[in-house]
């Protein structure tokens, strides 16, 4: 059945095929296949790691030099399916609210293809996930999560979804939307929310608003973290998709959250007068 068109965006069935080249490759991190290998060989480490089952988890999204330790220490741990939904911030603004490709992603460690029965089906799930190929066009958030995830499952396919700043109800109308979806099918489905936390603030000041954070994601109460973060002004960029991951985890049956690990920019850096506040967590 066809579906209505909603400010302008198509919500059809109907998918047409296209390609999305890379935002950010050769700034965020290496744009070739063997120095991107070589870079998450040495962010993860050659320790193995023994790997554990989870329903979702939050990395972070800067430039590996910064933020990639914590990234690949988070998704390194899991055992990652062949099927990942991506949720992440819409930094540029451009198009739909809540934004679901369906492109294939050209990534320097090969491409990675939209799981489209998934897609299809959030879409028609949700009233609010639309079809829209331009809030990803530039948006690096989700693009910086793919390599780690291919380096671990190398039959990778994703459901991309960018999240503007939209209300508490809509977020949680997605979350429950997300977690019907994949109660229904036989895969295996990964949630990844992609966030930062703290932004161009001290060090000290940073560490006491992002544990502040972390202490309301722990407490598992989707309303209260997202209210906590809007009313305490935290500059966590992933508010949005971290919320409605929480719901869907929620509904999928998990109990807990675990800390992976937190930093900060500064840890590189060496500047701890404005820093971006970095965490892994796992939910299970």
Known sequence: MARKEQNGVSKGADIVQTHRSPAVAGQFYPGDKRSLRA?????TGNTPVKKQKVMAAVSPHAGYVYSGAVAAETLSGIEIPETVILLGPN???KGSPVALSTAIWDM???????????AADILEESDFVEKDELAHQYEHSLEVQIPFLQMEQPNLSIVPIAVSHVSYQVLEEIGHALARVIEK?????????SSDMTHYESREAAEQKDHFALEKLADM???ILYRSIIENRISMCGIMPVTATLVAALQLGATHTELVRYTDSGEVSGDTSQVVGYAGVLFS
Request: proline letters at 13%; glycine letters at 6%; charged letters at 20%.
């Open 39 to 43: 870079t998450i060989q040495e962010l």
């Open 91 to 93: 930094h540029t603004g």
């Open 108 to 118: 320097p460690m090969g491409s990675v293809p939209v799981d489209q029965d998934l």
């Open 185 to 193: 099918t036989p895969k295996d489905v990964l949630i990844v929310a």
């Open 221 to 223: 109460d989707p309303a």
